[in-house]
């Protein structure tokens, strides 16, 4: 149980286009999700987080016009990355938690790998 | 803020040994959890094991073993019996009262035969 799909895995796309990214929780529903950056030999980095019907809570440095995040549902949360310039290429990965987890913990998607040319 | 210290960026060991990751962490909260994940080339993050910081018994998942202790803020990772699927990097994270993660910069783990 507690899986979490991302698609697509990977994708590639032309600088100033717009990309989005998919966060499902398959079988439980998430109160909150969350996006992580990944970049090459680098450890995580949180995004934002958000619940479900709410605006996103960005983290400090991170552009909220740039990545917008769409929670539309209790198992769907979506970024998209606007107008995306070489420097967005990365590794984005989401996660999901529910109240009453076992730790607390939030449940890792598969990830996507953006490049952009 | 909360901070994740992994020291070690790279780490061998030989297969069939044990080997200890560390990790140690700076918060004023009094309630937050410890994880450990597992990142293989793949990309996903695979979750080991979860230490609470009110679990008196130090957390074990089959081969793995966190060795917590509280008062000097470390949570290092013990895998015993190393196997060559354990190469992978290695990140220590830790949730706060707000259910936020927040994750170390991460250990690379070479087994050798």
């Known amino acids: 149980g507690a899986v979490v799909s991302q698609h697509p895995s990977w994708v590639i796309c032309k600088s100033g286009t717009s990309v989005k990214i998919e966060c499902r929780s398959l079988?439980?529903?998430?109160?909150?999700m969350f996006w992580y950056r990944q970049f090459p030999k680098q450890s995580l980095m949180l995004m934002a987080t958000s619940n479900e019907g709410s605006k996103a809570t960005y983290e400090q440095g991170v552009e909220k016009d740039k990545f917008l995040i769409n929670h539309a549902s209790l198992t769907l949360s979506t970024l998209t990355v606007t107008s995306a310039h070489p420097e967005d290429s990365s590794f984005y990965i989401c996660s999901a938690s529910f109240y009453g987890s076992s730790y607390n913990e939030q449940f890792f998607g598969p990830g996507t790998r953006l490049t952009v040319l | 803020a909360q901070k994740i210290t992994q020291t070690q960026p790279g780490m061998f060991v030989q297969e069939k040994e044990a080997v200890t990751l560390d990790c140690t962490y700076d918060?004023?909260?009094?309630?937050?959890?410890l994880f450990w994940y597992k990142q293989p080339s793949s990309g996903e993050m695979i979750f080991l094991i979860y230490?609470?910081?009110?679990?008196?018994q130090n957390a074990t998942e089959g081969r793995y073993s966190l060795n917590f202790q509280k008062a000097r803020k470390s949570a290092n990772l013990v895998i015993s019996a190393s196997q060559l699927g354990d190469s992978a990097m290695y990140f220590c994270a830790m949730r706060d009262f707000n259910n936020d993660m927040r994750f170390g910069a991460g250990t690379r783990l070479t087994v050798k035969p």
């Open positions: 918060t004023s909260d009094q309630s937050y959890g």
């Open positions: 079988d439980f529903q998430a109160t909150t």
């Open positions: 230490q609470g910081s009110y679990d008196e």
